[in-house]
């Protein structure tokens, strides 16, 4: 005897309700994954002071009437994102600034600067050191730790292709005199503060930080940290000296992290380093910087590297029939040549 379906006013068609059917739980959680992600509306602007093993601390309501302190940790979707020292950001959660406490970024903002490195030349993937900053503190030693012109020239590509605009601290000026090491670069007009090694020139360089926010890059030794103690009083960043064996400075600085100035603008400190890769620098951001060689070089044929060597170019001709000072095309080409050496 076959079997047969009931029919549908027969009592066991309820034999037939999905009801019954047997459903497994989503193992990852109880709602589908969706990308809408919620607008945040109430997240409030706040500003990277350092970032720590997962944990940011960021300054909430700057300048205003409830200015605080907070720790946050990112949203789950920034996860690929880096979120560095001098990032604007949006947070949510608990921005109280409690003991305790613990908000959420969810958005970086829109950054009008990025300071990078890579780790060697052949690298391209880049480092950011910092964001949003617009001067470049090169802090140098005239001796004991002696000055590496090529070091310095790296700083001034990273910040040529950033848009950061470059300032020069010469430390340990009554042990060495620096001016020697100077001439490399005294066609880029660049504002140099000179200073001894107990004597920092705080007054002259105060109103040069004034309404900007200024990072401070250095070798290891060169007085960079004891220079931020002297600029921000009370912050205490670890400082070193120079092994006298080697004439190398040993690291302290270990974090990057931002400070207010108490006469006006924002200083970050970062630690020292002995290399700066710059595998990711596109060279026609260098010639940018130089506006008046760069309106000279639109005449140069394509592809043209304008080095010393490079055939018919428009600022070798220049020079050579003094419409442009040589000092000056030396210097870029001496970039150039380290960007691409």
Known sequence: MSWLPPDD??????????????????PKGTKPRTKNRPEHGDAIDARVLSVDRGRYTVLADENGPDERVLTVARARELRKQAIVTGDRVDVVGDTSGAEGSLGRIVRIQPRTTLLRRSADDTDEVERIIVANADQLLIVVAAANPEPRPRLVDRYLVAAYDAGIAPIMVITKTDLADPEPFLRNFEALDIPVVRSGQDAWPIAELTPL????????????????????????????????????????????????????VPTGGWIIDTPGVRSFGLGHVDTANILKSFSDLAAVAADCPRGCTHLPDAPDCELNEAVADGRLPAARVDSLQRLLTTLTG
């Not at 309820?14 to 047997?22: F, G, K, Q, T």
């Not at 220079?227 to 009083?233: D, E």
Request: no cysteine; proline share 3%.
């Open 209 to 260: 930080l004034d309404g900007h926010t200024t990072v401070a890059v250095g070798h290891s030794g060169v007085g960079k940290s004891t220079l931020v103690n002297a600029l921000v009083p009370g912050t205490d960043r670890a400082v070193g000296v120079v092994n006298a064996v080697t004439g190398r400075g040993r690291h302290t600085s270990s974090s990057t992290v931002s400070l207010r």
């Open 9 to 26: 006013d027969d009592e066991g068609f309820d034999a037939w309700d999905e009801s019954d059917v047997r459903v497994r739980p989503n």
